[in-house]
Structure formats: C-alpha cells, structure tokens
C-alpha cells in the first residue's frame, strides 16, 4: 500500500498558481500535515520552488514546516494566537482584539498577521472591532492582514464581490500586505489577488484549479484472488451476488485508511473502480476495515497492486461518488500508507 506522491506536479500546480497572479507573492497552504500529503515533503519541494511563506492552522504543524520550510521562510499559523500556544520563531494571525492583546502582551515587538472578518463568520475581527483597533494594531506594523472568502469555488456567487468590498473599506489606504485569494480567489482574477496569494488544494491537484496536475496516486497490493460462481456472495452483509462467474481480487486496504466506506457497491450496483491502467475493476460489496474487493474478471493478468486514486481516478472523482470535496479525501488519506516521493 503506497501513497505516491509526484513533488514535480505539485511544483508545477505551484507555479501555475503563482503565474495566475503575477504582481502578488504566491504563499503555500500546507496545513493538515500538506492536506495528507506530508508537510515537510511538501513544504521543502515548494521552498526549492522558490515559496517563503506558508500556512499552518495550528502552532504544533509549524516544526514540521520548519523542517522543510528551512529557517528563513515566514510560518503564519492561522489559529493565531491561543492560550498556551508554543508559536516558537512562527507568525500568529491574530484573529481577534483578544488575541491581538494576548500576543502584544506575551510577543512584544515580535512579528503577526491580522485575520479580519470580511462576512464569513468564521475567524476574524469584524469591522466594528477592527475599527477599535486599528489604529493601535497598524502602529504595531503587521506583517500582513488577511481575510478568507466563503463562495471562491462559485465565480458568479455575489458574496464574493460583497467581501471583497468589505475587505476593501477595511483595509484601503493601509500600506500592510494584504492577502485576500486561497486557489479560488486565484482563480476570480487580478481584483482579488491584493498582495500574497494563498493557495492550498490547487497546488495538490484538486479543484476547483481545473488545470492542476494530479499529484497522488495511490497503490493498494492485492493480497488474494479467487473466482465465484453464480448466487455466492461477497463481504460483510452478502450485499454483493455474483450473477455470472467472476475473478475478484481482494487488496489491502479500507476504511481505517481513509478509504471511505461509503465507497462500498449498492448492492450489485456499481459505485467506484479500482484500476489497472486504464482498465476499470468495480469494487464489490462493503468497503472493511482493512480489505476491498473488485471485480477483475476483465484483465489478462492481476496486477501485484491495484490503484484506487490515479491520474484516471482524481481525489474530486472519488469526491463526488461520496458527497463530498477533493480536500476531505485528501486529508482522510490515513497514516498507514509509507508515502513515497518522486
Ligand atoms: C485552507 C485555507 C486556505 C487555502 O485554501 P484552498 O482552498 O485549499 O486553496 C487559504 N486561507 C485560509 C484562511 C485557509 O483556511
């Protein structure tokens, strides 16, 4: 079982990313340990790309980062400041006055971020807030201030025109770095790209970058195959009847390793394949904790492993058969896989 990841296209999904917003420094988003991928595998590739500056959620994703980032690359962390957090040489985005109070008191002189509310609700200071503060906080000289759009992936969604305004009537005149676009606002054009880009899930092959590079393949070694006749079952719940003689491959792998269970066959109905190439074997009956099975009557010969996400099976494929983004399989990807980089 080999999470493989292609460090050339994700430098590559990086550039093009970088090269869509020409007048702004494109930073990389590798939270979430690089979204599954390994953090400091990531972080090191994208540092040789030339990135300096990088996106953490929490203070304990930073040594990682460090590691690949090397020491004189920016660590924004972008829970900011919280009670007891070890930020180490890294950057809070202060997210609040509470914060922003915290963090002079304890990190005088040191360097932060501001994150400002611009209608998601999430994380930030509202306008009313940042109205107090602002004058106090820009007299602090703030690496960068920042907001988050909620609507990027939908280019004629009017909230995003809405929050760039927003984020406009808090920050115009202000001579701080502003940063407004994650792979989304990238993609809305020149009006949101501001200083520094932010981009995460396109550099890693996953929409709504329609053009990136796939950057994972991931092998799953088949341990077993056998051949059922009509009427016998396969798996857990007998969901799966064979209604015709057909050679099924059992590999290692399942949902303990992020490979949703969801993803099992509805009954005889097909929902995912496994690969072989390009040719397509359907999983068959129940995704287990540790096992699949699928159908590959049709090959010649069964290969040493099967492939479950490949160029031909992207991360948003396998997405959409459960309901849900390219980021969340991304991230689920377990961490019994060895990750091997090329
Ligand atoms: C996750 C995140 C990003 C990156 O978003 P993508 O959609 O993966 O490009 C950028 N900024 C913030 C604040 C985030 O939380």
């Known amino acids: 079982m080999v999470l493989q990841i292609d460090l050339s296209a994700l430098r590559a999904n990086y550039r093009t990313l970088a090269g869509l917003a020409p007048g702004a420094r494109a930073a990389a988003v590798v939270k979430a340990n690089g979204y599954g991928l390994g953090a400091e595998h990531v972080a090191r590739a994208l540092a040789q790309e030339g990135a300096t500056d990088f996106f953490v959620a929490l203070a304990s994703e930073v040594p990682a980062v460090r590691r690949g980032a090397g020491a004189e690359s920016r660590i924004f962390v972008l829970s900011g ?14 997210n609040s006055a509470e914060q922003f109070f915290r963090d002079r008191a304890t990190r005088p002189g040191r360097p932060f971020a501001i994150q400002l509310d611009s209608g998601m609700n999430r ?22 201030i920042m907001s988050h759009l909620a609507c990027a992936d939908e280019p004629d969604h009017p909230m995003n025109r809405q929050q760039l305004q927003c984020f406009r009537e808090m920050t115009d005149g202000v001579t701080v770095p502003r940063s407004l676009a994650a792979t989304g606002g990238i993609l809305l054009g020149p009006d949101y790209h501001f200083d520094i880009t932010r981009a995460g899930i396109g550099m890693y092959g996953g929409q709504p970058f329609a053009d990136a590079k796939p950057v994972v393949r991931l092998s799953l070694p088949v341990i077993q ?118």
Not at 227 to 232: F, L, S, Y
Request: glycine letters at 10%.
């Open 81 to 94: 400041h919280m009670e007891g957090a070890a930020l180490g040489d890294a950057i809070p985005v202060l």
């Open 123 to 144: 994380l930030g200071m509202e306008p009313g807030e940042w109205a107090g503060l602002k004058a106090e906080a820009l007299a602090a000289a703030p690496e960068l």
């Open 225 to 342: 195959t056998r051949e059922v006749i009509a009427g016998e079952t396969v798996g857990y719940g007998n969901t799966w009847t064979a209604r015709r003689t057909t050679r099924v491959a059992t590999v290692a792998a399942g949902y303990a390793d992020g490979i949703h269970r969801a993803l099992s066959s509805d009954g005889n109905r097909r929902r995912i394949d496994l690969l072989a190439g390009d040719n397509r074997c359907p999983v068959l009956g129940r995704v287990s904790m540790d096992l699949i099975t699928a159908d590959v009557s049709a090959l010649d010969e069964v290969p040493a492993a099967l492939d479950l996400l490949s160029p031909a099976q992207t991360v948003d494929d396998v997405a959409d058969i459960i309901g849900t983004i390219g980021y969340e399989v991304l991230t689920s990807l377990g961490a019994r896989y060895p990750r091997s980089y090329v």
